[in-house]
């Protein structure tokens, strides 16, 4: 039960990211670059706090540190972009459909590859997935927002197997943030970054709880469940934010939509229980 809560916590920051970065950019109170940062920086304070408080040092140098950072930076950067002109949910498909491949892909080539009942479960999750978010007539992806989502999602599916291997979930993602601001500060340079109070309110909210805490949270959550699993549960979140939007935004839900949640949810359900998941 209390591994249940904390995935369920994990996947509402998730979405919450994806509001709260549609909010801030899509309602121009911030640019893209702007929003990465700002969201990085406060991520690395409120964790680093955190850490201070709790005692102990901070892992700075550590195998895994690097290219943990790295991918949390491709991540950041092509999370924000996507969003100047992909839609939503789309690009929410987008992220965590490439999420759900890539893992699937890293863990056949490394001798764990997923079970029936998970690839039939992350089907029919996935296929409730392109019933809610596949664009309406004439509606057409932009190719280069939908080439950063990508980007976006392989760095993501990178920092999510890395993490499997964190021993200490709070001290790994603080140093991950920290080690990303330099590498964020040389990918945008050049870029004119500009910011308002209201964006950096946002950003500052969704650097420090929801993704700083919120990836905390899941690096402590990873070596607890197998990496197929890890993939699918996250099909969740794009639906979870079209609720999220919804009630927060005011964005419409249809019947497609509410019928596509119950393929997603009973996808995952199917894929997660049973003794073949679980393994």
Known sequence: MRLFLAITL???AFAANSVLTRLAIGGGFIDPSGFALVRVVSGALVLGMIISL???GLPLLRRNRIPGALSLAVYLVGFSLAYLTLDAGLGALILFGVVQVSMFLHGTLHGTAPTVRQLTGGGVAFIGLLCALWPGPGGVADPVGAALMVFAGLGWAAYTIIGRNAQDPLAATSANFLLCIPILLILLTGTGLTF?????AIGILCGGLTSGLGYALWYSVLPKIQGATAAIVQLSVPVIAIVA????????????VGFATVLVVGGIAWSVTGSEARG
């Open 196 to 200: 308002s109070a209201t964006g950096v």
């Open 10 to 12: 994990t996947m509402i």
């Open 245 to 256: 939007g919804a009630v927060l935004l005011g964005e419409e839900i249809g019947l497609i």
């Open 54 to 56: 709790r005692g102990g």
